[in-house]
């Protein structure tokens, strides 16, 4: 159960939930480890200003954060779409303390029947941003009451049973919902048109990543070259999350390499050459088993086209693990491709793993396309 708090200091206090299990917690995996977000809370910006990267969104979120404000209303409804790691549930906080509000946090698995949503929702004071992540795992009783309250703010409350049975309407304080969800496709479309403000999170470019590790570096007391910056930056996914988990790490070695000795405990570029190779990440961010995905497509299928059940299979996991956690980002980077005959892996994959393409002809006189 989340508990709420309310603060002048623009750093509202919530309850951090338990974060789902997840099938893999590799360190460049962009998946919140359990526990980690609460070492992550330094690291965190409060304000739109200290929220690197996403220019476009914090434009306009600025715009209607600004004119909600100055006409004394709650800001609309926020529905926050992207990858795990990219900063939905930050930039929840964020809202919260620019609008001067309470926060309080939840997250949908959470929200078990009706009055655990009722509880939270008649608790709010005026403006307040509730936050929900993973909201497309709402259950459908919840997610109906939920309609009424973003746009009433109002409740359907049913007393008694059977001939006496009456629905009461409860009068709750005008507020904020901002719903996060890595699946956006799932999130119900009655749900979703409830919604005023849209906000799509994408990977982070290379200048942001880099900006984010030197901000970091600061916070965490610890020095770092820029070239080091720039391949932990290279090396991370486009992903904060992973950024800084990375970051953490190259500390560790840094520390230990000085040891015993004069030695500076500032990460330099071979700290992190180093400290990647340990970890088995490549420059791209790719761990062992994103490769081992690239080298059984190549070596045990010719390159593809393979079915997901065949290689999920063929590499140990299940499908929705080879679905969600390794294929948006081999798609992504330009590594793999989705057919409608399977997957295949495309030419910049056999270079990054140092093999040659081979020539094959699909009996029609043209090659595959990679």
């Known amino acids: 159960m989340a508990r709420k708090a309310r603060s002048n200091d623009a750093s509202p206090k919530t309850e951090t939930l338990p974060e789902p299990d997840f099938p893999n917690t590799g360190i460049a995996r962009p998946e919140a480890i359990p526990g980690e977000d609460d070492r992550d809370q330094a690291l965190r910006p409060k304000r739109l200003s200290e929220f690197l990267g996403q220019q476009a969104m914090k434009d306009n979120l600025q715009v209607f954060i600004h004119a909600a404000k100055e006409r004394g209303e709650s800001l609309d409804h926020l529905f926050l779409i992207g990858p795990p790691g990219l900063g939905k549930t930050t930039l929840a ?74 629905t009461l309407r409860i009068p709750i304080q005008p507020f904020t919902l901002v719903g996060a969800t890595t699946k956006a496709g799932v999130v119900s479309s009655p749900l979703i048109s409830r919604f005023g403000i849209t906000c799509r999170f994408s990977f982070y470019v290379q200048e942001d990543m880099e900006a984010i590790v030197h901000r970091s570096a600061g916070l965490l007391g610890v020095k770092i070259k820029p070239d080091a910056a720039s391949l932990l930056a290279k090396s991370s996914r486009g992903t904060p999350r992973v950024v800084n988990r990375l970051l953490r790490r190259m ?73 969600d956690y390794y294929e948006p980002f081999l798609i992504q980077v330009g590594l793999l491709q989705r057919t409608p005959r399977g997957r295949m892996v495309t030419s910049f994959a056999y270079g990054h793993l140092g093999l040659k393409p081979p020539t094959r002809d699909t009996g029609n006189g043209e090659g595959f396309l990679f």
């Open 251 to 323: 500390r560790d070695f840094a520390q230990f390499a000085a040891t015993g000795s004069k030695a500076s405990t500032a990460i330099s570029l071979n700290v992190v050459r180093d400290g990647l190779d340990r970890l088995e990440i490549d420059s791209l961010g790719l761990e062992k088993q994103d490769r081992d995905i690239l080298r059984m497509i190549i070596e045990r299928y010719k390159g593809g086209p393979v079915g997901a059940e065949t290689l999920a299979i063929s590499v140990g996991e299940s499908v929705e693990t080879l679905e």
């Open 93 to 166: 906080k964020v809202v919260a303390n620019e609008l001067e509000t309470g926060f309080v946090q939840t997250s949908a698995p959470a929200l078990d029947k009706p009055k655990d949503l009722v509880g939270l929702l008649t608790n709010l004071k005026k403006g307040d941003v509730f936050f929900i992540d993973e909201i497309h795992r709402l259950k459908p009783a919840i997610e109906e009451l939920l309609y009424i309250a973003m746009e009433d703010y109002e409740l359907d409350w049913i007393v008694g049973q059977g001939p006496m049975a009456r």
